[in-house]
């Protein structure tokens, strides 16, 4: 659906669906540069989520990506990781973790 | 297709009917066009089935999910309104009877619901539903209805 969203756009130079908004909910979604998407659900109407996304981002390069035990594609089970995971939606104070 | 004043946000718009027939395609600006019309138009509303479909399932609230892989009714679970990239921004809108309308528009624009509400019940109904010479489910083309349009989009800045 993230490509056939860029074929349909009007200009060029489209990079796919940034936030997907719903009757209940809406859905936000970072592209990184090698492909992985991070997906994040909220309350409708919630801003900021880019800066909570990149910071996601950033948590799991540090605590997914360079632990050298971890397998590519895999689920990820890594204590640090849920740690600041909470840690980061915690402290950005719109947000709470629901369950695992 | 009347020429916008270069500041407006409106980029193009489709009709389609609930067998996904496109019974209009409307375009004001549309610099760069990788596929045919029909395909184009073909690819729009599989993507929006599967995002619809896509909705009701993710949805974190609201009870009944459906089947997977059974089509919904219009009105059925949780439904999407729009979606932003960062080139445009696509608002949805589908009516009872499975009319969906699609606004393609800048990515600034604002919350085009009551929008999508108005071009449904005041111009397609009334110019093209309630025209006697039109036979439901096929594309149509209607003067007073592009005139119509047109002029309420020059007013939605």
Redesign the interface.
Known sequence: ?HA??????????????????????D?HCFQALTGTKLFV?TEPGTTGMENLLKTIYELYTDYVLKNPFYEVEMPIRCELWDLNLALAVKKDGKASLVGR | MAALAPTSRM??MYIFNRNGVCLHYHVW???????SQQQ?QK??F??LF??KS??AK?????GNKGNLGMPSLPGQG???????????K?SFMESPSGIKLIL?TDPRMGDLREALRFIYNNIYVEYVVKNPLYTLGQPFKCELFNSTLDQYVKTLQ
């Open positions: 659906m056939i969203s860029k074929e349909l756009s009007p200009v060029g130079g489209c990079s796919g669906i940034e936030l997907l908004e719903g009757d209940t909910f859905l659900t | 980029r193009c600006m549309r610099p760069h066009t990788t596929l184009d690819l729009m599989g993507l599967s995002l896509f909705t993710m949805d974190p609230v609201g949780c439904s999407f309104h729009s979606f932003r990239t960062n080139t445009y696509l393609v």
